[in-house]
């Protein structure tokens, strides 16, 4: 879910496209895959398995990249092939740490007035943590695993085939400089064969954790067990959800943190919202489409006018943007049949997103602007209230005046900092706003 346009005229709260970064552009053959076609999503293989890689020319002074395809789990117990970036640090790290906040360093018009008094022997052991990247330390370089915003459904809309090569990674070039590895999946659908289930926590949490898997196999990344999964939007959906599953699915990953920067976490309640915008209408049906290609017992058609099965074509076809400009203005009455919202097929599903990414999981950070519109603020402080009611330590930082798209810029020193006390060689305590 989303920023700012790229498009003149045209409102984009939903889809960042990755960070706020640039429309994603079709590229014919996705960077990497064989001139004979792409592997066979059916073959053999486990979760987490590398099945190929391919250097990215141009990557930024400094870091290395590379375009891969692995395996995750889907819906059954076979793999899908899922694609995705890796980027790995081929500098030294930056020579100083990222603030670790105190009473007296905490940003500017963020809410957290609480953070631990830190020493310098403790800021001292996060800058040696972060001034690893001359040589892979013992055990492997720390990971963040990155889960993106919006782009659609449709093939082109993979975010490692954005153009220019590694757009869609441009926000996490910080965090490879200070010594990480960092991984961004594209979601199993997307960019590979099968469709994307846009919206479905459990098939987006495993792939976020199956990239990791993967990145360990390239022994040029140096990548470690060590992580710590960030989501934006609907990423931050697919972060918690990984978060969730990570140690029942993940068990030979260390999951040190989990950050989730307006988190899609309440599906229901955001797209109750979302309704009365003007595109409204793009969410729902991306939602539908989402619950469908999780149920094939939906026959999506049947809950469509013919201008929802207008739009429904250009979601299958073409990127979030176009979708949203289509729909534009578009009533709910006039695509739906009936409010999906009020379907039973529709409303379980979205109620069980919610429930499967709010569980007990590591150490979690929330990030939210409080002039989101979007992802609302009282829904993400709902879902606060629902991750303490299951023991998960959180630590909530909010920015009053950030709205879903100036939320990341805003949140991104706190970012950084949280990050690296989690990666500490003992991880530091963070704040807890639990009761």
Known sequence: MSGDSPRRGMRLPLIVLLLGLVPLTACGRPAGAS??????????????????????????PGIRAWRIVYRSRTFSSSTALVSGLVLAPTAPAISTAPTVPTAKTVPTGST????????????????????????????????????????????????SVAEPPLAAAAWTFSLVRAGYVVTLTDYAGLGTPGEHAIYVAGPEGRAALDIVRAARAIRASGAGRDVVLWGYSQGGQAALSAGAQATAYAPDLQVRGVIATAPLADLPASLTALEHHSD??????????????????????????????????????????????????????????????????????????????????????????????????????????????TGTTVDYRRYPQANHGTVLGASMTDLTSWTARRFAPHPLAVTDICP
Do not use: W
């Open 35 to 60: 001139p004979d076609g792409p592997p066979s999503p059916s073959g053999p293989g486990r979760p987490g398995d590398l099945v190929e890689q391919t250097e990215v020319r141009g990557a930024p």
């Open 112 to 159: 957290v007035t609480t953070a631990s008094t830190v020493t310098t022997a403790t800021v001292t052991t996060v800058t040696t943590a972060l001034s690893t990247a001359t040589a892979v330390p013992t055990g492997g370089r720390r990971v963040v695993s990155f889960a993106h915003g919006t782009t659609g459904v449709a093939d082109s809309c993979a975010p």
């Open 280 to 389: 409204g209408v793009a969410y729902l049906l991306l939602a539908m489409i989402g619950a469908a290609d999780a149920d094939h017992r939906i026959n999506l058609n049947s809950y469509l006018t013919p201008k929802g099965r207008r739009l429904l074509a250009i979601a299958r076809t073409r990127c979030a943007p176009d979708l949203l400009a289509a729909s534009n203005g578009v009533p709910v009455g006039a695509a739906f049949r009936q409010n999906p919202l009020r379907l039973a097929p529709f409303a379980t599903a979205f109620a069980r997103q919610r429930d499967e990414v709010t569980r007990r999981m590591a150490p979690t950070l929330i990030l939210q602007g409080d002039r989101d519109t979007v992802i609302r603020r009282q829904d993400t402080d709902r879902v606060v209230r629902r991750l303490c009611a």
